[in-house]
């Protein structure tokens, strides 16, 4: 492994690396803070930001195939090519439904804590024209959006940040790695490839803070949202790592929790469950 890390680094052209890895980190915080902030248009940001993740992948050689990816790849992968020890069909649709009832879950049980009128704090009908203001306001065009967001999101993201993103930042690290501090190859290797998965997890959950202290009080984003989607990339980076599990288990996560985040979104503006909880 240590090797294959070692040849990838001496085929780059390592005076692009600083700037191309710092814009494919940044920019997704900054288109959603374009259009988020500025414009206040969800969907159109969403676009965007697909629009980015797919020129970024293809313009560096990357394929939106996770194992042709995996097998042209090789070059700061922690494991070695993996077998496939499970049906592909049914573990991980078992995993977006799993994830998809935790997500939900969540959701019901902040409901049924909060005021009457309220979610966590926040005035539900406050909360509505907000969300109209972003362009969350036709129930049909929504339902449609909620499918291709839980969909593609979930594929192209896995795709961009736990490959081609974690790909770059484990081989630069590997450059920068203490030779003092860690003598062999093999444990600079695996030093760089923890610090990476940290800072990709970190920048992963960066970009959602933008779009969620539109919605949310600064409590909820800083102490609730960004530290659990900070904790969801590092367990995601874990699970692409897993032998027996891979990126397209990631996938099949992402999908139930972009799902279940539709369906907050949804609940919220349209009131579906507003019967049950006043």
């Known amino acids: 492994m240590s090797n294959s890390v070692v040849r990838g680094i001496a085929n780059l052209a390592w005076a692009e690396w600083p700037h191309l890895s710092t814009a494919?980190?940044?920019?997704?915080?900054?288109?959603?803070?374009?259009?988020?902030?500025?414009l206040?248009?969800?969907v159109p940001a969403n676009i965007a930001y697909h629009f980015f993740m797919v020129l970024g992948i293809f313009a560096h050689g990357w394929s939106l195939s996770l194992a042709r990816n995996e097998r042209r790849h090789s070059e700061g992968s922690t494991t070695?090519?993996?077998r496939k020890t499970c049906t592909p069909l049914v573990r991980p649709a078992s995993l977006a439904w799993g994830m998809f009832?935790?997500?939900v879950s969540c959701y019901l049980a902040c409901r049924f804590v909060s005021q009457p009128g309220e979610y966590l704090g926040v005035n539900r009908a406050a909360l509505r024209q907000t969300l109209d203001e972003f362009g969350v306001s036709r129930l049909d065009e929504m339902l449609v959006f909620s499918l291709y967001f839980s969909c593609f999101n979930p594929w192209?993201?896995?795709?961009?940040?736990?490959?081609?993103?974690?790909?770059?930042l484990r081989l630069e690290a590997v450059r920068f790695c203490d030779r003092a501090r860690k003598p062999t190859k093999a444990a600079r290797v695996d030093a760089a490839c923890r610090h990476a998965d940290v800072f990709s997890a970190v920048a992963y959950s960066a970009y959602h803070s933008v779009i969620i202290s539109q919605l949310m009080p600064a409590w909820f984003n800083l102490c609730v949202a960004f530290p659990f989607l900070s904790v969801t990339g590092l367990v995601l980076n874990r699970v692409a790592d897993a032998p027996t599990l891979g990126v397209g288990a990631c996938v099949a996560l992402h999908a139930g929790l972009d799902a279940s985040a539709a369906f907050w979104i949804l609940d919220l503006r349209f009131g579906w469950l507003d019967g049950v909880f006043a």
């Open 101 to 103: 009832g935790f997500g």
């Open 24 to 38: 494919l980190l940044a920019a997704p915080s900054a288109i959603m803070a374009f259009f988020c902030l500025g």
């Open 40 to 42: 206040r248009r969800a």
């Open 80 to 82: 070695p090519r993996r």
């Open 156 to 168: 192209l993201e896995e795709v961009f940040w736990r490959q081609l993103v974690r790909w770059r």
